[in-house]
């Protein structure tokens, strides 16, 4: 994300006018990417995964690798949660009707959209820019997240922010807040006068032959997917919240779909929108990075692309696009941990389209929650000596002052304090992003039981040395 304005225009401008291949950036053969995938898959020991490569208007390969949760081989057709990777689409069907004249993109959500309020008066200021920007002041700090996952329908959903408040100005800063694409969602719904899912099927999922997409449960239904736990894959029903029709997180699609998507967002083949319209869908904000579903940036070969990643709890994905060469690239995980390691198979794709050989990808996963599971074996074993020494240790400290006695008991209890505080501290690792409990017990479930147990372990010790200290006393 660095010289974000300045590569965002280039990369429009390649857009606009799609350029020849150059040798250097041959499309790779569909063999060198199994081949590929096939070293990814036993390296990082994800269960199932799909990708997709396209090349001006065409798909270079689509294909699946390994397997879901019920034991059926993933495929290029196999339904994934893409997360985040759905606001692209949400900033398509908005666009569509920008242009139709039913959306005005620099007006005020709120007079676009009857019945929509908040309890801060600034929200009148928040247009329909800032809303795909993300800079329209909405925020996890500020707006009750975990209570709109209970909504029953993008309706009650805005009906539900009435309480909320701003964190900031419209347009004076980016924050990452889903609020503001299931809001889009919404206002969709209302200038169409359809339910998102069936705008989407019409004017996005429709003219591009995306036959497997959806944002709803329907036939288009994923299996369950998969969470490590001390490197085992464990397979899990998604978290519950607001889902189905959600504009911020809620498609479900294929590897195969996708490449329809990459074509189309890459200048190529069927256009949703004009040349303009795409051009401003791909192009930053004044205030950030972030565009309208899309994070214009430079990778790692130091070439202009559009991406967006997206992590649910049990799914993760990410997107691209290259301007200069009209390439796209796709990668669905039907799993999610500690460790996401899309986003660098996804650059492995991409050095496999630029000719040069991938950076080796995996291992992470599997070291770091070896680290955690031996940090929660050490606390255990620790915890049971310290437990049955606990008599030793007071009658070592008969006659101690007061105060030594209890400083002894901090290292002891300072994991608890940590647990107690673990959500917030999370939540303030992932720039104010709301984070529950419940959450903790996914993507992040290794880390979450190596607090408990260090925490509970501290406590059992300190339990024991304070009985043991009141008994010496009597």
């Known amino acids: 994300m660095r010289n974000a304005l300045i590569t965002a225009l280039v990369a429009a401008a390649a857009l606009l006018t799609p350029t020849p ?11 060198s990417i199994d081949d590929y995938m096939a070293r990814v898959l036993h390296d990082t020991g994800m269960p199932g995964v799909s990708v997709v490569v396209t090349e001006g208007d065409r798909v270079v390969h689509a294909a699946g690798y390994g397997e879901d949760s019920a034991g059926a081989p993933v495929t290029a057709d196999t339904p994934m949660r893409i997360a985040s990777v759905s606001k692209s689409f949400t900033a398509m069907a908005v666009m569509t009707l920008v242009e139709d004249g039913r959306i005005a993109l620099d007006e005020p959500v709120a007079d676009q959209l009857p019945g929509f309020t908040m309890a801060d008066p600034r929200f009148a200021g928040v247009t329909v820019r800032h809303l795909l920007n993300q800079t329209s002041g909405f925020s996890d700090t500020t707006i009750d997240v975990t209570g709109l996952e209970t909504a029953t329908s993008l309706a009650d959903y805005a009906g539900k922010l009435a309480e909320g408040a701003l964190a900031a100005d419209p347009g004076a800063r980016y ?22 899912a069936d705008y989407l099927d019409e004017r996005v999922f429709g003219p591009l032959g995306m036959t ?25 029903p998604e978290l519950p919240g607001f889902l189905d029709s959600s504009g911020a997180g809620g498609v479900v699609t294929t590897a195969a779909d996708l490449g329809r998507w990459l074509i189309s967002q890459a200048g190529h083949g069927e256009q949703l929108v004009s040349p303009e319209g795409l051009r401003a869908m791909h192009t930053s904000s004044t205030v950030d990075d972030y565009a309208m579903g899309w994070i214009p940036g430079v990778g790692p ?16 994905a990410v997107q691209a696009v290259l301007p200069d060469t009209g390439q796209g690239f796709a990668v669905l995980a039907n799993n999610a941990s500690l460790q996401d390691d899309t986003y660098d198979v996804l650059h492995g794709l991409i050095a496999l389209a630029r000719g040069r050989e991938p950076d080796p990808v995996g291992g992470g996963r599997q070291a770091f929650e070896l680290v955690l599971g031996l940090v929660a ?40 304090a940590v647990l107690a505080a673990y ?35 501290g406590a059992a010790v300190a339990v024991a040395r304070l009985l043991r200290l009141r008994s010496t006393e009597d």
Do not use: K
Request: a positive charge.
């Open 423 to 457: 959500p917030d501290l999370v939540s303030v690792l992932m720039n104010g992003r709301a984070v529950t409990w419940a959450q903790l017990t996914y993507f992040a479930v290794p880390l979450t039981i190596t607090i408990v147990v260090v925490a509970l372990a």
């Open 301 to 316: 070969d130091g070439v202009a692309e559009l991406v967006h990643p997206g992590n649910l709890f049990t799914y993760s």
């Open 175 to 196: 924050e990452y807040c889903n609020v503001n694409y299931d809001l889009a969602a919404r206002l969709v719904e209302v200038a169409s006068g359809r339910t998102f």
């Open 212 to 236: 497997r997409s959806t944002v709803t449960a329907g036939d288009v239904r994923p299996a369950d997917g998969f969470n490590s736990v001390f490197g085992v894959w464990v397979s899990r």
């Open 377 to 416: 074996a050490a606390a255990l074993g620790l915890a049971v000596l310290g437990v049955r020494r606990s008599g030793r240790w007071a009658r070592r400290r008969r006659g101690t002052p007061a105060w030594r006695v209890v400083a002894r008991f901090v290292p002891l209890l300072a994991p608890a």
């Open 21 to 31: 291949v150059p040798a250097a950036h041959a499309a790779p053969s569909p063999g």
